[in-house]
C-alpha cells in the first residue's frame, strides 16, 4: 500500500468528517429553531422559507423532526398548566438579562390569566381576533382588558414582586352585546383619562362589522360602559383592518385611529372614517379629521411639546411604517394609502391597486413620506415616547413589534425630523401587543400574546 493511496485515504476520511459534522450541525440547528423558535427578521432562514413551499416545510418539521416537535409542544403546554395552576396570582415563571448595545436590561415575564394567541391559526383567523390583549397603567394601578372583554387589574407596585395578584373587575360589555343582538369581534384597545374607562370594540350585526368607542366611570366593583363614539361604518367580510388605538389629545380630546377594513376606496375619501385617525372632543363627542390615508394604524401617540401625532402602521407584504404629523404646519395630512406603500401586493392582489402604487416614494405622488418603514415586516404595534431617562439619553421611540418579536430603539434626532436606529431588543417568542412607560418604578411594560405575559424591563 503506497504512501499515495494513504494520504488520498486520509483526505477522504476528513472530508467525510466534515460532511457528517456539517450535517449534524444542521440537524441540531433546526431542531433548536422547531423547539424554540427563530428570529424573523433573520434573512437566511426567510430566503430559504421562500424557496421551499411551506406544505414541506410542514412535513419535514412533522417527520424528521418529530422529536423536536414534540418537545416543543410539551414545553408550551407545560407552561399553559403552569398558568392555569396559579389562577390569578399573576406568577413570574421567567427572568433574564438582555444585553443592547453598552446597556443591560433586566426582563421579567409574569402571567397574565386570559386566553392565548392560537398560533396555529394564523394571524388572519377570526378566533384570534379575540385574543389580542391589551393594558393601560393608572393612579398607582395596571388595567388590562382581553379580546373577550375581560378586565383585570392589580396595584403596579408588585411588578416590582415575583407576584402580580389580580383582581377581576367585572363590566356589562355582554349586556350591550346582548341588547344590541351584536356579536363580540374583539377589543381593539383600553385607554382611561379623568376617571373615565374608553373601550374600543368591533362587533358584528345584522348591519354587517363596525368598531366604535365605549366608555364608563372607573369603578372597581363595576364598569358600567355606553356608547360614547359610533362610527357608522360596516364591511361585510372580517379582516385583521381595524385600527382601534386610543390616546391622549390637547384641548379635551381624545386620538382613535380607525384601520381601512380593506375597502381601498375608502382612506382617500374624507367622508369615510376608515383609514383615518380622528380627534374626539370629549364633552360634546364631535369629530376632527388629524389625518388620512391610512391602512391599519396600530400605534398612537401625541408629543404635546411638538405637536405631533405620532403612528405606526402596518403595511402589506412589508412597508411597516413610522409617520409624524407635523400639526403646526398647513400641510394636506395624506400619508397615501392604497396610492403608496413601501410594501408590495400579496399574491393575488396585485389588480387591486394603481401601477404606481408601489413605487418608492410617498413624496414624488404628493403624500407624506414615513419617517421609518421596515422591510420585510415587523408586524409594528403600539409606541412610546420617552425623553432623559434610565432608558434614553436624549429622546426616543420604543416601538413595539409582533411578528419580529422585538422591541425597536430608534432616537428623534434632527428636530424630530429624522429617526436613527439604536437597536432592537429581542424577546424570542413573544408577540409584543402593547408597550407603556411608568415613570415612578421606571419601568417599561409590555403585553406579550403568546403565553400570553406582562413583561417588565428594567
Not at 416537535?69 to 415563571?93: C, H, I, T, V
Not at 416590582?160 to 350591550?176: A, G, R
Request: aromatic share 14%.
Amino acid at each position: 500500500m503506497n504512501l499515495s493511496y494513504l494520504k488520498k485515504k486520509g483526505f477522504l476520511t476528513i472530508l467525510i468528517v466534515i460532511f457528517l459534522s456539517l450535517i449534524l450541525y444542521l440537524f441540531l440547528t433546526v431542531s433548536d429553531i422547531i423547539r424554540y423558535g427563530y428570529d424573523k427578521q433573520n434573512k437566511v432562514i426567510e430566503s430559504v422559507k421562500k424557496i421551499i413551499p411551506s406544505r414541506y416545510i410542514k412535513k419535514i418539521t412533522d417527520k424528521v423532526f418529530i422529536i423536536s416537535n414534540l418537545e416543543a409542544k410539551n414545553d408550551f403546554l407545560e407552561l399553559q398548566l403552569r398558568k392555569y395552576e396559579q389562577g390569578n396570582e399573576g406568577q413570574k415563571f421567567n427572568h433574564k438579562f438582555v444585553k443592547l448595545n453598552d446597556r443591560e436590561y433586566d426582563v421579567n415575564f409574569f402571567f397574565l390569566p386570559f386566553k392565548r394567541l392560537d398560533t396555529s391559526l394564523g394571524w388572519k383567523a377570526e378566533s384570534n381576533s379575540l385574543r389580542a390583549h391589551y393594558l393601560e397603567i393608572y393612579d398607582e394601578k395596571l388595567f388590562s382588558i382581553s379580546g373577550y372583554g375581560k378586565i383585570v387589574y392589580f396595584e403596579k407596585k408588585n411588578l416590582l414582586t415575583d407576584y402580580l395578584d389580580f383582581k377581576n373587575l367585572p363590566n356589562n360589555i355582554n349586556e350591550i352585546l346582548v341588547k344590541s343582538n351584536s356579536t363580540l369581534i374583539g377589543i381593539r384597545d383600553l385607554f382611561i383619562i379623568n376617571n373615565k374607562v374608553f373601550i374600543s370594540m368591533m362587533t358584528r350585526n345584522e348591519n354587517g362589522i363596525t368598531i366604535n368607542l365605549y366608555n364608563g366611570d372607573l369603578n372597581l366593583k363595576k364598569i358600567n360602559f355606553e356608547l360614547f363614539f359610533e362610527t357608522n361604518e360596516y364591511w361585510e367580510n372580517y379582516n385583521v383592518f381595524s385600527g382601534g388605538r386610543i390616546e391622549k389629545f390637547k384641548d379635551e380630546k381624545i386620538l382613535f385611529s380607525i384601520g381601512f377594513a380593506k375597502n381601498y376606496q375608502s382612506p382617500q375619501d374624507k367622508k369615510s372614517l376608515l383609514g383615518k385617525i380622528i380627534a374626539i372632543d370629549l364633552n360634546t363627542k364631535n369629530a376632527e379629521l388629524i389625518s388620512y390615508g391610512h391602512r391599519n394604524p396600530q400605534g398612537l401617540y401625541y408629543q404635546s411639546d411638538q405637536n405631533i401625532v405620532i403612528n405606526t402602521e402596518h403595511g402589506p407584504k412589508g412597508g411597516d411604517e413610522i409617520n409624524f404629523n407635523f400639526l403646526n404646519l398647513k400641510n394636506d395630512k395624506n400619508f397615501g394609502w392604497p396610492k403608496v406603500s413601501y410594501g408590495e401586493a400579496y399574491k393575488g392582489e396585485e389588480k387591486l391597486f394603481e401601477k404606481d402604487t408601489f413605487k418608492k416614494s410617498h413624496k414624488e405622488l404628493g403624500f407624506i413620506e414615513p419617517l421609518k418603514y421596515y422591510v420585510p415586516s415587523i408586524g409594528i404595534s403600539e409606541i412610546i415616547y420617552l425623553e432623559n431617562n434610565s432608558f434614553c439619553k436624549s429622546k426616543c421611540l420604543w416601538v413595539s413589534s409582533l411578528r419580529a418579536n422585538s422591541i425597536y430603539n430608534l432616537n428623534v434626532i434632527n428636530d424630530f425630523n429624522q429617526l436613527s436606529s439604536d437597536g432592537r431588543i429581542f424577546l424570542k417568542g413573544d408577540r409584543i401587543r402593547d408597550i407603556e412607560y411608568d415613570k415612578d418604578l421606571d419601568l417599561v411594560i409590555l403585553l406579550s400574546e403568546n403565553i400570553p405575559s406582562i413583561i417588565t424591563i428594567k
